[in-house]
């Protein structure tokens, strides 16, 4: 039998963040032989990979770059504690995938998992980071956002955690303080479409039906139905366009006329909050 010593075990421990038991077990099966120690642990993990494969990834964290092309990538990188989120390794590991999603220009969690990270593909890197943290590890979500210049924001829901919610917003114009403050009232007003015009037509009829049928049940009279439904449309639109919202920082105003009073234009954003 090799002879392993403690200090092999603890700098294959640090690099990999295996178990003392594991590790030890690992170097006395490849004969002292770090490299190959290292293959036994990572197919160990593999097979686990297999096993979780079930399991629900409600933690994470979220993470965004701007590219220097006209575009700003975010992801979402989910797991299954919290533990794992506020880890360094898993940290690092969302750091590497954002890096790789945005250097390919991915828009979509497919192409964001076939993009090369260094010698393997992003998928390939998280298969190995999951079977060393011992959870299911999932890239959840991407976006990019085009635009002339970007306004992030990542909040923290925990001091403990990583970012859970995060904003990108791309905007044309000088002021980059509003642009910043539209991004934390995105963060915090969670809307879904830019315009109401962007808002899809089954979606709006949808809704139509849904306030006329309460507007009938409520006993409105017939000549008034129009008003009424229009007026909750309208409240409708408040909810899901960006521009129709009232300014998180100031309820008298729309985010429509924060942006025209600052003379900024926004070209697109995203807003992804860990696990929602």
Do not use: W
Request: charged residues 30%; aromatic residues 4%.
């Amino acid at each position: 039998m090799a002879n392993i010593s403690i200090a092999d075990i603890k700098a294959l421990r640090e690099q990999l963040g295996t178990g003392m038991v594991d590790t030890k077990k690992a170097l006395e099966e490849a004969g002292g032989d770090i490299e190959k120690a290292t293959e036994i642990l990572r197919l160990k993990g593999a097979k686990g990979n297999a096993k979780r494969a079930d399991r629900s990834t409600s933690e994470g964290l979220v993470a965004a770059k701007e590219n220097g092309n006209g575009s700003a990538t975010m992801i979402e990188l989910a797991c299954e504690t919290d533990f794992v989120a506020k880890g360094d390794k898993f940290i690092a590991l969302a750091d590497k995938v954002l890096d790789a999603a945005a250097a390919a220009g991915a828009t979509t969690v497919e192409e964001a998992l076939a993009a090369r990270a260094g010698s393997q593909t992003v998928a390939e890197l998280i298969g190995d980071e999951a079977a060393i943290l011992g959870e299911k590890v999932e890239l959840r979500r991407v976006a990019s956002v085009s635009g002339e210049h970007f306004a992030i924001y990542l909040h923290k829901t925990s001091k403990d955690l990583p970012p859970q919610v995060g904003v990108v917003v791309g905007y044309a114009g000088d002021d980059a303080e509003t642009a910043r403050s539209i991004a934390q009232h995105i963060s915090f007003a969670n809307p879904t479409y830019l315009t109401r015009e962007d808002v899809p037509a089954a979606e709006v009829e949808n809704e139509r039906r849904i306030v006329e049928e309460i507007s009938r049940n409520e006993g409105k009279p017939e000549a008034a139905l129009p008003k009424i439904i229009e007026g909750r449309l309208g409240a409708f639109f408040k909810q899901v366009a960006l521009l129709e919202q009232e300014y998180a920082r100031d309820n008298k105003l729309t985010i429509a006329q924060v942006l025209k009073d600052s003379g900024l234009t926004v070209s697109g954003f995203a807003r992804f909050k860990v696990g929602a």
